[in-house]
């Protein structure tokens, strides 16, 4: 698919981009060719393929799912400016 520089023109409109007649020219020539190259990608016949998240089929090392820190909520609790019933308070921003 080839565009023309009125198709770039629009879409930089559109983008709201201000482009001169030589970043048009450029941008046109670079969209062409991405639009070529998926063009070129969906001329392949990938019927028997199955779709796949990876290109590997590899799985993540899990660490164990344990406490490492003890429990400090009274310790914070107790410097906050504001608590109440074990929540803190804040002051209201949204009317």
Do not use: C
């Amino acid at each position: 698919m080839s565009l023309s520089t009125d198709d770039v023109r629009k879409v930089a409109r559109l983008a709201r981009l201000a482009m001169n007649d030589e970043e048009i020219e450029a941008a046109r020539s670079q969209l062409s060719g991405i639009f070529n190259l998926i063009e070129e990608m969906q001329a392949v016949d990938t019927g028997g393929i199955a779709p796949m998240s990876h290109a590997q089929d590899l799985s993540q090392r899990l660490r164990e799912d344990r406490v490492t820190e003890s429990d400090q909520r009274e310790r914070f609790q107790s410097i906050a400016p504001q608590v109440e019933s074990g929540l803190y308070l804040v002051p209201q921003v949204i009317e």
